[in-house]
């Protein structure tokens, strides 16, 4: 997970030379960016359970799920935008927080009001605060969480666009169970990787 820290952080840095440099002194209310989007999720997941030292990878039964995110950043060269994102993803038996350092751009002229494009990714860590079936003997832990995406943004003919994107949303978490004690203890750890393709709508100001 820090190499893609370590990758957004080069990636915004680098842009950041090769564009226009906007004035962090001035504007700051006209540099403000925010994307809150709405969707599904669709697409299957895997266990990865561990058996005699080895690993399985058992395919988890393919579903619809709904996510939710908002980011919240600022301009900091023409349309690139960095921010973080906070959202929730409903699965079946677990419910992610997902905290991510994020980046958005837009093509075009932004005072264009036509169909314009944008692409961003998120990179962070999803945290299980919602899970309810924790106890003494079982504890759930979150993971890597990634969602890149593409999409349009199209006026409202105001200062906001509704936006359309496609991605790949990606989730890690786990579960250890506990029983038992001395001689007769029991562990069990099991990973979950959810592989997802993310279609949402929403808005952009």
Not at 77 to 91: F, R, S
């Amino acid at each position: 997970m820090k190499s893609i820290f370590t990758f957004l952080f080069c990636f915004i840095l680098s842009v950041a030379y090769s564009q226009e440099k906007v004035s962090f002194g001035k504007n700051l209310k006209n540099r403000f960016v925010n994307y809150t989007e709405f969707g599904v999720l669709f697409g299957r997941g895997y266990q990865i359970t561990p058996i005699n030292y080895s690993y399985y990878s058992y395919p988890v039964k393919a579903s619809a799920n709904i996510s939710f995110q908002t980011f919240n950043g600022v301009k900091v060269y023409k349309n690139l935008a960095a921010g973080i994102t906070v959202g929730v993803d409903w699965y079946s038996t677990q419910q992610l927080i997902p905290i991510s350092l994020g980046i958005r751009n837009s093509f075009g002229d932004s005072s264009n009001k036509k169909v314009k494009t944008f692409a961003g990714i998120d990179a962070g860590y999803g945290f299980t605060w919602l899970s309810t079936g924790d106890t003494e003997y079982q504890k759930t832990r979150g993971g890597l969480a990634l969602n890149p995406m593409v999409g349009l943004l199209i006026p409202t003919g105001g200062q906001a666009n509704f936006t359309l994107s496609i991605g790949y949303k990606y989730n890690a978490f786990q579960t250890e169970t506990y029983s038992g004690a001395g001689d007769y203890s029991y562990y069990n750890r099991i990973d979950y990787s959810l592989n997802k393709m993310s279609v949402k709508l929403g808005v952009n100001f």
